[in-house]
């Protein structure tokens, strides 16, 4: 990992770091596609993935979308693409990235995409963060960050995405009180995920539920969680507004 750059602390004090970029943790393919799903991967996914610009160039946003959308909302780790293809679905005047590395999920989200004719969604299949550091200061109106992985093991807690650096990532993005959706059924994340975003000049907490509330769509994981008996919490921040010439992030 390097040198640590995050302050991040675990339970025990060891300081930890985010992952390098680019560096996808956990599995990228489960079971062998078959049918549809596979189809789809070879015939949409190209028409709806993100390319990334060259080094240094700022990813254009509304160019992914035609017609042009009155607003663009991303969500981190889409899963098996429940929710973002709902969201898509009631929000046809948005744009929507989603970033998923499990092509399961990727496959998964193209068949909801084409069973819904929903022509509002783009794609980015590799670290969420690759596409954050591309996208222009204030592009975003809103994230979703929604059952990740909470990677318990203390040893694994640098692998999350809520550190500093994904943070940084999200506050430069999101525009003025944009708002992120937090939610997660793992108690110890949960805890990790608000004392984190606690931390961070950019983020105020305006909700917190134990259920899912109006307008939030539901998740696959979020059954399995009520089912087996695990409540979830839903937290919501707004992004602080940036003052008159300041800096995105502060010094030091």
């Known amino acids: 990992m390097g040198t640590d750059r995050s302050g991040g602390r675990a339970s025990d004090g060891a300081r930890l770091?985010?992952?390098p970029v680019g560096r996808v943790y956990g599995r990228r393919r489960g079971r062998r596609l078959k049918g549809k799903k596979a189809e789809l991967l070879d015939s949409r996914l190209g028409s709806l993935a993100i390319d990334l610009p060259e080094p240094n160039r700022a990813l254009n946003v509304q160019?992914?979308?035609?017609?042009?959308r009155q607003a663009v909302w991303l969500e981190i780790g889409f899963g098996g693409g429940e929710h973002l293809a709902a969201q898509a679905?009631?929000?046809?005047?948005i744009g929507f990235i989603g970033c998923e590395?499990?092509?399961?999920g990727?496959?998964?989200?193209?068949?909801?995409?084409?069973?819904?004719?929903?022509g509002n969604v783009r794609i980015f299949s590799e670290d969420a963060r690759l596409v954050l550091q591309r996208l222009p200061p204030a592009s975003i109106q809103r994230a979703f960050l929604l059952f990740p992985d909470p990677w318990p093991k203390r040893r694994h807690q640098e692998r999350r995405f809520?550190?500093?650096?994904?943070?940084?990532l999200l506050a430069n993005c999101l525009a003025d009180e944009a708002e992120l959706r937090v939610a997660t059924d793992h108690r110890?994340?949960?805890?990790?995920?608000?004392?984190r975003l606690a931390e961070h000049f950019a983020f105020r907490l305006s909700d917190r539920a134990d259920e899912r509330p109006a307008g939030w769509a539901s998740t696959r994981y979020e059954s399995k969680a009520i089912a087996a008996g695990r409540q979830p919490i839903y937290l919501s921040y707004r992004r602080v507004r940036r003052s008159a010439g300041a800096k995105d992030a502060p010094d030091g």
């Open 106 to 118: 990727v496959s998964n989200l193209l068949l909801l995409l084409d069973e819904g004719e929903i």
């Open 17 to 19: 770091s985010a992952p």
């Open 89 to 93: 679905a009631a929000h046809p005047e």
């Open 63 to 68: 160019a992914l979308f035609e017609p042009p």
């Open 162 to 168: 809520v550190t500093p650096e994904g943070l940084d």
């Open 188 to 195: 110890a994340l949960g805890e990790w995920m608000q004392e």
């Open 101 to 104: 590395p499990f092509i399961n």
